[in-house]
């Protein structure tokens, strides 16, 4: 059984105890820098039953992503894309009806509670499975990274990740722990404080084994997508190696896809105005302004020459940049 022992609870809750803590942009107050990455408190549980409980099919799909790197849309076009068979309807689709995180789970989260009923009902889910996941790649279950299950990873333009970040991470933050300023918020992500994070290394870990394994991570960038939606999703139907037509036009059908996902059509669904999700985050909030280039709206001169360093800094010699 899988079942948390009390003691096992005491020494999970010692051990969260024992790390260190700091305020960053992130849910449930103090983040706690666990296996070098800062680990919001409300999924630390979740996290250590993941990497011990988890089992990987060799079918799985992963969405992974750093927070506010457009996770909902990654989310939103590999359901479609990997259901194809299963809801080839793109007028009676779940996504016109459901919020993507609520047809695309992250284990790290829903492992928190009920772990025995979770593991079941995982194990139960229609394959292939699609799960989603915020954790860095070092700190995947093991047996995702043996397996040869697929990962597809979005990352985004740190500046705008910040700032659809502190959007968000404002919206939600709770009465009992006081907001940061956007000052000392910025701060805190320069030095990597911020749920999930450092972001460089986030990124880093998944493109570094993109290359490495080019079958096992596709990496994508938030903006080349939105720069050529249908160069980068035919990427990912290949990828998923998925059949999408049945005797129908591929670029149609990819069209179909794009448009089902456009940020403004699902902005405007019903179903994501309103209501919450995992009790605490309003669904409307996943949905802000959906563009490329915002931040410019937000930094001062001395902050868009700090973090410009940074990134310079951290990614050179990577081959990655933005
Ligand atoms: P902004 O805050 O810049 O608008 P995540 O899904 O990882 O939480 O990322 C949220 C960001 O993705 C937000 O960015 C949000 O507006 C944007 N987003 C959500 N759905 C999108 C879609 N279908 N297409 C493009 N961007 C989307």
């Not at 990654?74 to 007028?91: D, G, M, Y």
């Not at 990828?239 to 999408?244: A, K, R, V, Y």
Request: aromatic share 14%.
């Amino acid at each position: 059984m899988a079942m948390a022992s009390d003691k096992q609870a005491n020494e999970e809750n010692e051990l969260l105890l024992s790390l260190p803590k700091d305020r960053g942009l992130g849910r449930g107050g103090y983040l706690h820098l666990f296996q070098d990455f800062w680990c919001p408190p409300f999924c630390f549980q979740g996290v250590i039953n993941f990497q011990n409980h988890f089992l990987a099919k060799d079918n799985d799909v992963f969405v992974a992503s750093f927070p506010k790197s457009g996770t909902t849309w990654l989310k939103a076009l590999t359901f479609v894309i990997v259901n194809h068979q299963r809801f080839p309807s793109f007028e009676h689709h779940p996504l016109l009806s459901s919020n993507p995180h609520e047809l695309v789970s992250f284990p790290e989260f829903i492992l928190s509670h009920n772990l025995d009923d979770q593991i079941i009902s995982l194990s139960n889910m229609s394959e292939p499975r699609l799960l989603a996941t915020h954790l860095p790649f070092p700190s995947l279950p093991e047996s995702i990274t043996k397996s040869n299950c697929k990962i597809i990873y979005i990352c985004r333009n740190p500046f705008d990740t910040f700032v659809s970040a502190w959007e968000f991470f404002t919206k939600i933050s709770s009465v009992s722990s006081p907001a940061l300023t956007f000052e000392e918020a910025f701060e805190k992500y320069c030095n990597g404080i911020m749920g999930f994070g450092p972001w460089w290394s986030h990124m880093l870990g998944y493109w570094n084994e993109s290359i490495t394994r080019p079958n096992k991570v596709l990496f994508l960038k938030y903006e080349d997508l939105k720069e050529d939606a249908v160069f980068h999703v035919k990427r990912m139907v290949e990828f998923l190696d998925t059949p999408i037509t049945q005797g129908e036009d591929s670029t149609a059908v990819i069209e179909n896809i794009i448009n089902l996902c456009r940020f403004e059509k699902m902005k405007d669904l019903e179903v994501n105005k309103s209501g919450v999700i995992d009790n605490i985050v309003e669904k409307k909030n996943f949905f802000r302004k959906g563009k490329i280039g915002d931040w410019i709206n937000y930094f001062s001169p001395s902050m868009i020459e700090k973090l410009s360093k940074i990134i310079e800094e951290k990614l050179s010699g990577s081959g990655l940049s933005f």
